[in-house]
């Protein structure tokens, strides 16, 4: 059963571009989750979705991000504009049932994005 | 969720235990206790998680103190590939933002031959 996948791993953008990162869930679970770990901190919580939903965004700046996970595909983390403070190791986490009680989450490995 | 404090850093010769300690004097009755950990900037790793019975599994065992104000995340014979960042986390089994795990600072675990 193959882990959350993240694509591309690593990722350069300049000021102004916009990057896009890519999460596919663990087979069978239908809950992503959006993290972002800036240099020599702990992760941040950024959003919660289920297929075809946004269910929490509240970590989300409220300007240039967005996520979106579609019906079919993988789920998609959107930065547009990016500035230098976007450099970040970004992480998706995938559960197969959501709020209910224990439900863990699973991480894949991370896209590292540099802004140059 | 209620706040946590973990050693900022541990050594632990291989082949030993490694006994990592967390408090979290404010945890609630229906709030967990997770331990995930993090090798060298790769995505957290599930460890481990417990209400108030002690937990084991092929990874750890964590043992949760009778008032639930602790724990202890055990890994009973340390390898090398044990060196990481092991972070302590609180968290509610239901109800709106049960789902956020809060990361802190975690306790940087480094194994030594």
């Known amino acids: 059963n193959a882990g959350v996948m993240q694509n591309p791993r690593h990722l350069v953008r300049r000021r102004g571009q916009e990057a896009r990162l890519r999460c596919s869930p663990m087979?069978?679970?239908?809950?992503v989750y959006w993290y972002r770990q800036l240099p020599e901190e702990g992760l941040k919580f950024m959003v919660y979705?289920?297929?075809?939903?946004?269910?929490?965004e509240s970590g989300m700046p409220k300007e240039r991000f967005s996520a979106e996970f579609p019906k079919e595909g993988p789920s998609i983390l959107r930065i547009q504009q990016v500035v230098r403070g976007d450099s970040a190791a970004y992480f998706c986490?995938?559960?197969?049932?959501?709020?209910?009680?224990?439900?863990?989450?699973?991480f894949g490995p991370g896209t590292r994005l540099t802004v140059l | 969720d209620a706040k946590t404090t973990q050693p900022p850093s541990m050594d632990c010769a291989e082949g030993r235990a490694a006994n990592l300690p967390c408090n979290h004097s404010?945890?609630?009755?229906?709030?967990?206790v997770y331990w995930y950990r993090q090798i060298h900037s790769q995505g957290p790793q599930y460890i481990i998680h417990?209400?108030?019975n002690n937990e084991t599994n092929e990874m750890a065992s964590l043992i949760i103190t009778e008032d639930r104000k602790s724990s202890t995340l055990i890994l009973p014979h340390a390898t090398l590939r044990d060196t990481a960042v092991y972070y302590c986390?609180?968290?509610?089994?239901?109800?709106?933002?049960?789902?956020?795990?809060?990361f802190g600072k975690g306790t940087k675990l480094s194994v030594i031959p």
């Open positions: 087979k069978g679970h239908s809950h």
């Open positions: 986490a995938s559960s197969p049932v959501g709020q209910a009680r224990t439900d863990t989450q699973y």
């Open positions: 986390i609180v968290r509610r089994d239901s109800g709106a933002g049960s789902y956020q795990l809060t």
């Open positions: 404010t945890i609630s009755g229906n709030e967990y």
């Open positions: 417990g209400l108030k």
């Open positions: 979705l289920q297929k075809e939903n946004i269910i929490d």
